[in-house]
């Protein structure tokens, strides 16, 4: 029946020593989730940037068409107009 006991005592030991393991290992775990979670936001918002920038370069780069194709037309016209007085 000691022994038996003794058996008891030394099984509770090491599962209270597993237990405490194991909560250091969550604890470490929380905080690593913790912080990919952070980093998912963080990509979330640098998307959001990203395709902000993108959608600001589309319109920035059709701007300047535009006004490149102006500035073509009016330099034809301003050519056009020079060589009708010379």
Same mark, same amino acid.
């Given at each position: ?5 003794? *058996?008891?005592? $030394?099984? +509770? /030991? *090491? +599962? ?9 290992? =969550?604890? #470490?775990?929380? %905080?690593? $989730?913790? /912080?990919?979670? !952070?980093? +998912?936001?963080? $990509?979330? %918002? &640098?998307? /959001?940037?990203?395709? !902000? &920038?993108?959608?600001?370069?589309? =319109?920035? *780069?059709? #701007?300047?068409?535009?006004? %490149? #194709?102006?500035? !073509?037309?009016?330099? %034809? ?8 007085? +010379?």
């Amino acid at each position: 029946m000691q022994e038996k006991l003794k *058996q008891l005592e $030394l099984l +509770v /030991s *090491q +599962v209270l020593a597993r237990q405490k393991e194991l909560q250091g290992e =969550n604890t #470490a775990l929380k %905080a690593k $989730l913790r /912080s990919l979670e !952070d980093g +998912v936001e963080k $990509l979330k %918002a &640098v998307e /959001s940037e990203l395709k !902000d &920038v993108k959608e600001w370069k589309r =319109n920035t *780069q059709t #701007a300047l068409k535009r006004l %490149a #194709a102006r500035l !073509d037309k009016e330099i %034809a016209k301003a050519q056009e107009e020079e060589k009708k007085i +010379v």
